[in-house]
Nanobody, 115 residues
Framework: EVQLVESGGGSVQAGGSLRLSCLASGFTFDDTDMAWYRQAPGNECELVSFISGDGTTNYADSVKGRFTISLDNAEKTVYLQMNSLKPEDTAVYYC?????????WGKGTQVTISS
């Protein structure tokens, strides 16, 4: 069974940091493109960051220079380090995996940033 389990969300003040984790199982992690999405209430699902199997990354303009995506293939985990957080980063964050798990699907992890 393909599964992604997100963790690491929480409530912090603006300027703070959080590190999100996504533990994957049920598919070949090394060959799969991984991504983080987010969805705030009333908003559409938004791509935050993407990392391909060869390590190529990209970021939404709104998070460039503040967020960093990384992989640990041995642990089958994808991380999202989020620094200099802003209130507009408040959302539920979801992990996605290639064609296995679509964007903004599952429980996600809540991130709340207060001003």
């Amino acid at each position: 069974e393909v599964q992604l389990v997100e963790s690491g969300g929480g409530s912090v003040q603006a300027g703070g940091s959080l590190r999100l984790s996504c533990l994957a199982s049920g598919f070949t992690f090394d060959d799969t493109d991984m991504a983080w999405y987010r969805q705030a209430p009333g908003n559409e699902c938004e791509l935050v960051s993407f990392i391909s199997g060869d390590g190529t990354t990209n970021y939404a303009d709104s998070v460039k220079g503040r967020f960093t995506i990384s992989l640990d293939n041995a642990e089958k985990t994808v991380y999202l380090q989020m620094n200099s957080l802003k209130p507009e980063d408040t959302a539920v964050y979801y992990c996605a995996a290639g064609t296995y798990i679509p964007p903004c699907w599952g429980k996600g992890t809540q991130v709340t940033i207060s001003s």
